[in-house]
């Protein structure tokens, strides 16, 4: 299968945002989107308002509702009678908008409890709870809310239909391990298998032991069924009961999980493949895109790339050379109005060319579109646990995923779906399903959140699917190095109970508590709040020099961290300013999500009782900080100059290089820290995150990695223990 390679874009055909008619154009995209948006929300609030009329929920609305309402019947019959019910069903069947208000509607609601579902993503979240708040009647925050990472819009006591994130709901397991306020837990997209879902499912397990009363619906787009079916069994396993076992098993619902299948409105869909390798994906997908709005009739298009920049790339591009077409971009970090406006349908007569990234598979359902273009990739985290180092790779999605994005094509009628690679290379490269991530990823957090929530032994854990040991063993070891563990292997006071109680991951979380004790937590709330959204920087296509001009404005020699600092200090110097961002080639809305982030984030250490100190111009005082929470992601200098990969890590002795992105691309400090990896070809990574530090801080540190006080340079110094 081809690479994805670099960009090689034909000269003359980039989109200059600088230029008058592109941005007239780009306006005059944004406002039919917005109209369009309007007009549709108009209409399904004027049907939400006939059928409260009529006394109709929207679950319940009659045939029309969907293959939800066409099953209503067994699906009541199922929860009532067995505590796990796994449902499936395409998507875009209504598993995630219908199954919620049905459950409502149907008396799970009595008595203050509420019904809540899971989400791997908050974008799907988020969506969700305004389009059910619209379809029942009400405002987001009062009968349906939904609470995600720094944001929550719900009333207790009143919020019936909750949607919310897996590591939401995870987090809440902390304070009520039972879910007491819950009657049903619906688990949504569970076939995508995130280390937040396995972990919530292994909990759910374990908690209906417990709580016989829980119901737990587990839904999927695949058929991989048996899976959940094997695994919520719990027929054999017996109940905790206070020895009322077998007279409470006769009053309970059955063990043994229920199957229901729902069928989706889908025709077919023509797949066509590439006749030759494709070098460079992102190119070919605007090309096959310009080829379908040429040489096709009426129907809306969907593009699948892997990352926000791509789709940036493609959409500027599509907006150049696309005539009387409607072209917007979806990924997660997109402000939840313009997702809106990719997921409405277009005005009659104009084509709607929406380019997302994999939060389009199955999360959202975007109406209209009869062409799919798949990019046949997919970026992934990918976790070393032998190098220690977890990595961004653009690798080839599965053949499920393919056919899910295929599956998008034929929901309005027959479709059509061009993938990116040759039949030989579909049939021959990609794996059947995906890996499940708990097998290829970082576990510091997963074990963290366990011991917090008692689960002594990690290892012996009821998973869906049992993650790497090699993966188990550096997290127990690196929370250890960071002071969270104990000898016992328990959760430390106070560090480690902090520390589980802060919603960051362990790295960061342990950097911004050492800098309570430095003076400067202040200064590590702001980059703490900075790391939260993917990326603060607009790059958009020919603002290449003025991208650079901005990062020079803000750039110091203390690295990419201190760098965000300065930025989010001239943030808020603007007063949060819109227009300072755009002069500044930096993006207001994740601006706006990191200044929310350090609120909450600021309220947390209250809630710890840490002081809040700021430590003014001592930069050395925050780098040791950074250097407390990331020590286990230290590089030493190989060898003073170029090079490609100048540096190795400390652990694991990897040779990487500093990503070109970088505030200290091209410099040469002794030895750094970083925050993540990606991997640019089979054997090359860059680092991204970079900070300078000292090799002596290392061993004062995390002496249980780092035994030899000395200078960095090549192997030798500061090795790990």
């Not at 930096?586 to 809040?612: C, F, M, T, V, Y």
Request: proline letters at 5%; a neutral charge; hydrophobic letters at 45%.
């Amino acid at each position: 299968m081809g690479g994805h390679g670099g960009l090689n874009i034909t000269g003359g055909k980039s989109w200059n945002p600088a230029g008058a008619a592109q941005r007239a154009r780009v306006a005059a995209d944004e406002a039919q989107a917005a109209e369009a948006a309007a007009g549709a929300r108009a209409a399904r609030a004027q049907a939400a308002g006939e059928r409260a009329r009529a006394g109709l929920s929207a679950a319940g609305s009659g045939a029309g509702a969907g293959p939800v309402a066409a099953r209503r019947r067994e699906l009541l019959f199922l929860l009532e009678g067995h505590s796990t019910v796994v449902v499936v069903g395409p998507a875009g069947c209504g598993k995630t908008t219908r199954i919620p208000p049905l459950l409502r509607a149907s008396g799970w609601c009595a008595g203050g409890r509420a019904v809540v579902c899971t989400q791997p993503r908050r974008v799907a979240a988020v969506a969700a709870a305004h389009r059910v708040a619209e379809d029942v009647g009400c405002a987001v925050g009062a009968e349906v809310g939904y609470s995600v990472r720094f944001e929550r819009r719900e009333e207790p006591g009143r919020t019936a239909i909750r949607y919310c994130t897996d590591g939401v709901l995870l987090r809440e397991m902390l304070e009520d391990p039972l879910l007491s306020h819950f009657s049903v837990v619906m688990v949504d997209e569970a076939h995508e298998r995130s280390v937040a879902t396995d972990l919530l499912l292994g909990l759910l397990r374990k908690v209906q032991r417990r709580r016989p009363d829980l119901r737990v619906v587990i839904s999927s787009a695949t058929l991989d069924a048996e899976v959940f079916v094997r695994f919520f069994d719990l027929s054999r396993a017996g109940l905790r009961a206070g020895g009322r076992g077998e007279q409470l098993r006769e009053l309970v619902p059955s063990l043994k999980p229920a199957v229901l299948t729902l069928e989706g409105t889908v025709y077919p869909v023509d797949v066509f493949y590439a006749r030759e390798n494709v070098a460079d994906y992102v190119k070919a997908a605007v090309e096959t895109v310009r080829e379908i709005h040429k040489a096709e009739g009426p129907g809306d298009i969907l593009v699948f790339l892997t990352s926000e920049s791509e789709v940036l790339e493609a959409t500027g591009l599509l907006r150049d050379e696309l005539g009387g077409a409607l072209v917007l971009p979806l990924f997660a970090e997109l402000p939840r109005e313009s997702q809106a406006n990719a997921l409405l349908p277009s005005r009659r007569g104009v084509r709607k060319v929406v380019v997302a990234t994999n939060v389009a598979e199955t999360s959202l359902t975007i109406e209209g579109v009869v062409f799919v273009v798949d990019s046949c990739f997919v970026k992934r985290k990918r976790y070393c646990p032998l190098r220690g180092i977890e990595s961004l790779r653009v690798e080839p999605e599965s053949k499920a995923s393919a056919a899910q994005r295929a599956g998008r094509a034929g929901r309005l009628r027959p479709g059509k779906c061009f993938r990116l690679c040759t039949e030989a290379a579909f049939h021959g490269e990609l794996l059947d399903t995906e890996v499940p991530q708990i097998a290829e990823s970082d576990l510091c957090a997963t074990v963290l959140q366990l011991k917090a929530m008692g689960v002594d032994n990690v290892v012996g854990f009821d998973w869906v699917a049992p993650p790497s040991p090699e993966a188990m063993v550096h997290a127990l070891d690196l929370l250890y190095a960071m002071g969270a563990l104990g000898d016992d292997a328990k959760l430390t006071s106070p560090l480690g109970v902090r520390l589980a109680e802060l919603p960051l991951h362990p790295t960061v979380g342990k950097a911004l508590l050492a800098s309570a004790e430095l003076g400067c937590s202040e200064e590590l709330l702001s980059i703490a709040a900075m790391l939260t959204p993917k990326s603060v920087w607009s790059a958009r296509r020919g603002r290449a020099k003025a991208l650079a001009a901005a990062k020079a404005m803000f750039a110091v020699g203390e690295g990419d961290l201190v760098t965000f600092l300065n930025v989010y200090l001239g943030y808020e110097e603007s007063n949060q300013s819109s227009e300072w961002c755009r002069e500044h080639c930096l993006n207001p809305h994740a601006l706006r999500a990191a200044w929310k982030s350090r609120g909450q984030l600021g309220r947390a250490l209250d809630a710890l009782k840490i002081e809040k100190i700021s430590g003014g111009t001592d930069m050395e005082s925050v780098r040791k900080a950074i250097a407390h929470g990331f020590f286990a992601n230290a590089a030493s200098l190989m060898r003073a100059g170029g090079g490609h990969a100048p540096y190795e890590t400390i652990q694991g002795a990897l040779p990487v290089s500093v990503h070109a992105s970088s505030v200290l691309h091209g410099s040469s400090p002794p030895t750094v820290v970083f925050t993540v990896a990606e991997q640019s070809s089979s054997d090359s990574y860059e680092i991204r995150g970079v900070t300078p530090i000292e090799a002596t801080w290392l061993p004062d540190i995390a002496p249980q990695l780092y035994h030899t006080r000395g200078h960095a340079g090549p192997p030798g110094a500061a090795r790990p223990a």
